[in-house]
C-alpha cells in the first residue's frame, strides 16, 4: 500500500492508502478543516526525516546513500537526481553532478 504525504494550510499528513482518493478521505476523517496545498505519493513504503535538515548533530553522512535515494525519488532522471542531492545536502551543481553520476555508473 502507497505512502502519502499530504501537505496541508495546517498540517503534513503522512498515511498508507490504496490511492489518491482514499488518502484525501483519511485526511478529511482526521483534519476536515485543512485545505490540501500538495500531495506526494512516496515512492517507498516509509518515511524518513534528516537529522541533518532539523540540524540535529549526527554521524557522518553516506553521501552513496543519499544519492541513490535521490535518483530512486527521480526515478533515474539524472537532472532530477541533481537537483533533489543538491537540495538535500547542500552540495554545489558540480559535486551533486559527480556523486549522482558515480551512483547511476554503479547501478543504484
Not at 40 to 65: A, E, F, Q
Not at 73 to 88: F, N, P, Q, V
Request: proline residues 4%; hydrophobic residues 40%; neutral net charge.
Amino acid at each position: 500500500m502507497p505512502l502519502f504525504e499530504i501537505e496541508t494550510d495546517s498540517h503534513i499528513f503522512i498515511t498508507w492508502a490504496e490511492d489518491e482518493a482514499a488518502a484525501r478521505d483519511t485526511l478529511a476523517d482526521a483534519y476536515p478543516h485543512d485545505q490540501v496545498l500538495r500531495m506526494t505519493k512516496r515512492p517507498r513504503n516509509s518515511w524518513v526525516i534528516s537529522k541533518s535538515v532539523l540540524g540535529v548533530p549526527g554521524r557522518r553522512v553516506d553521501i552513496c546513500s543519499i544519492a541513490r535515494d535521490c535518483l530512486s525519488k527521480s526515478s533515474g532522471d539524472k537532472l532530477h537526481a541533481i537537483r533533489l542531492y543538491m537540495a538535500e545536502t547542500g552540495s554545489d551543481l558540480e559535486k551533486a553532478r559527480r556523486i549522482i553520476e558515480s551512483n547511476m555508473v554503479m547501478g543504484w
